[in-house]
C-alpha cells in the first residue's frame, strides 16, 4: 500500500496558498486517478483506490501544517503502511518557483510541517517531492509569504509543478523510487 500525504492547512483562507501546494498536488492526484477523499478520520481526509494492482491512499492532514505528523502516524500505524511506502509532498522555499526535487530522506529544513513528521515517525527517512515556491521579496515576512497566494506570474509555473508532481507520484505505484527521482530531478 502506497500512502501519499499532501501537506498544507484546512481552511478556505488558506487554498491557493503557498504553504498549501502539497494539498493542490494530492487534488490533481484524486482527479487523475479517480479517487475521491471521502473519508475523515486521523485529523485528516482522505480517499482510498487501487492503481495498477496497487492500493494507494492519497491523504491531506487537517491539522494545520505544524502539526502533520498528528495525523500521518495513526494513518500510518491504522492501516500498517511501511514508512517505506509513504511519500510526503511540500512547499519548498529554497527552490525556485515551480520547480520539483525528489528526495529519498533529509532534514525539515527549518518546514515545520517536517519537522512535526519527523518528530511523530522518529524518522528523517521518508520520501518527499518539494515543491519550490521560491524565497520572499521586498522584505516580506516568511510566514505572510507562505500564506500569501500565487501572483499571476507564479500561476503558471506552479500549475506546472502540481502536474509533475502528481506524474510523479503516479510513476511511484509501479516503478523504484530511485528512478523516478532520477528522472524527475533532471527536468
Known amino acids: 500500500m502506497k500512502l501519499f500525504i499532501g501537506l498544507g492547512n484546512p481552511g478556505k483562507e488558506y487554498e491557493h496558498t503557498r504553504h498549501n501546494v502539497g494539498f493542490m498536488v494530492i487534488d490533481e492526484l484524486a482527479k ?20 495498477s494492482g496497487e492500493k494507494v491512499i492519497l491523504c491531506k492532514p ?11 502516524r495513526p494513518l500510518i500505524d491504522y492501516y500498517h503502511i511501511d514508512i517505506e511506502d509513504l511519500i510526503v509532498i511540500y512547499d519548498d522555499l529554497d527552490l525556485p518557483a515551480g520547480k520539483i526535487r525528489l528526495r529519498m530522506k533529509g532534514s525539515a529544513g ?35 509569504y507562505v500564506l500569501g497566494r500565487f501572483t499571476e506570474e507564479e500561476k503558471p509555473v506552479i500549475n506546472e509543478a502540481v502536474l509533475k508532481s502528481a506524474e510523479a507520484c503516479k510513476k511511484w505505484i509501479s516503478t523504484p523510487f530511485l528512478q523516478v527521482m532520477n528522472e524527475f530531478n533532471q527536468s
Request: glycine share 14%.
Open 62 to 72: 487537517l491539522t494545520y501544517m505544524n502539526l502533520s505528523g498528528e495525523c500521518v
Open 110 to 144: 527549518g518546514h515545520n510541517g517536517i519537522k512535526s513528521l519527523i518528530q511523530h515517525l522518529g524518522t528523517q527517512e521518508f520520501k518527499r517531492i518539494r515543491v519550490g515556491i521560491d524565497r520572499p521579496k521586498n522584505g516580506m515576512k516568511v510566514p505572510d
Open 32 to 51: 487523475q486517478l479517480n479517487i475521491t477523499l471521502d473519508k475523515a478520520k486521523f485529523n485528516g481526509i482522505f480517499g482510498m483506490g487501487v492503481i
